[in-house]
């Protein structure tokens, strides 16, 4: 059953087409992958799902029910959590104030906005760190407070945009065990835009790769690494289809 479905999602910024005719759909309980070269329209695509930006053709579909034209903390309320490429905390509050302000889109009290706070900081391994001032994190716990502050929103599909990019090896190891987690614990369906392959190969059931705004092909990892299309547009022809296919090892 799909819980996301963009059909012909197409976006101009006057003269320029950053999103072309994109459709794909995610299932129910996956973790679908979004790749592509820098500019290629991925965080939009993301944007447009959270209507950041308004859309210009085309439909989203979220559980069956057309959320095209939602507004931004509708979309939220009904599911949709996501983070940023950019994490931007508020960086003078605490680390659990943070998750907090993201828990009352629905928590109604601050008794439950706080216990919601601190289950998710658990679970991201940030509740050691909880009354520490947001911008006193290194990047490996901020990136992980932007998980943490998107789940607290209780989404029933969480958008993750780049959540791996510059983390050493052993963050690395521990984003991937968190969002494994995040499927396999929570049960939320997971679409991630990654351009760290290990991440990619390691985590997704299927890939949709994307060009200039366009779709080039979608299938298993293993037949994305392979597609010839994708290798010229953003692997590279250096790349080692083995090594790509053997990435999570």
């Known amino acids: 059953m799909s819980i996301l479905t963009l059909d012909n999602l197409t976006k101009n910024f006057g003269g320029l087409m950053a999103v072309d005719h994109v459709s794909l759909s995610v299932k129910e309980g996956e ?3 979004l790749i592509g070269p820098n500019g290629s ?3 939009t695509i993301f944007n447009l799902i959270n209507q950041f930006y308004t859309v210009t053709e085309g439909r989203i579909y979220f559980q069956g029910t057309d ?6 903390f509708e979309i939220a309320r009904i599911g949709v959590g ?10 003078r509050l605490t680390v659990e104030d943070n998750v907090m302000a993201a828990a009352f889109n629905r928590e109604a009290t601050f008794a439950g906005a706080r216990k919601a706070a601190r289950d998710v900081l658990k679970f991201c391994h940030l509740d050691d760190v909880a009354m520490m001032k947001a ?12 998980i943490a502050k998107a789940l607290a929103t209780r989404p029933k599909i969480i958008l993750l945009d780049e959540t791996a ?3 050493n090896p052993g963050e690395l190891d521990e984003a991937i065990g968190i969002i494994k987690d995040i499927r396999g614990k929570l049960g939320i369906t997971v679409l991630i835009v990654e351009h760290i392959m290990k991440v990619i190969m390691t985590l997704s059931d299927r890939i949709h790769a994307i060009a200039h705004g366009a779709t080039i092909t979608e299938g298993t990892p293993e037949e994305v ?4 299309a994708v290798i010229e547009s953003y692997l ?14």
């Open 135 to 146: 911008g006193s994190l290194p990047i490996g716990g901020r990136k992980r407070l932007e």
């Open 225 to 228: 690494a392979k597609n010839p």
């Open 67 to 72: 959320i095209t034209h939602k507004k931004t």
């Open 41 to 43: 329209g991925k965080t």
């Open 165 to 167: 990019a510059g983390l």
């Open 31 to 33: 973790i679908f992958g």
């Open 236 to 249: 590279g022809s250096d790349y080692n289809a083995e090594e790509f296919s053997n990435a999570e090892n």
């Open 82 to 91: 996501r983070t940023f490429q950019k994490v931007k905390p508020l960086k």
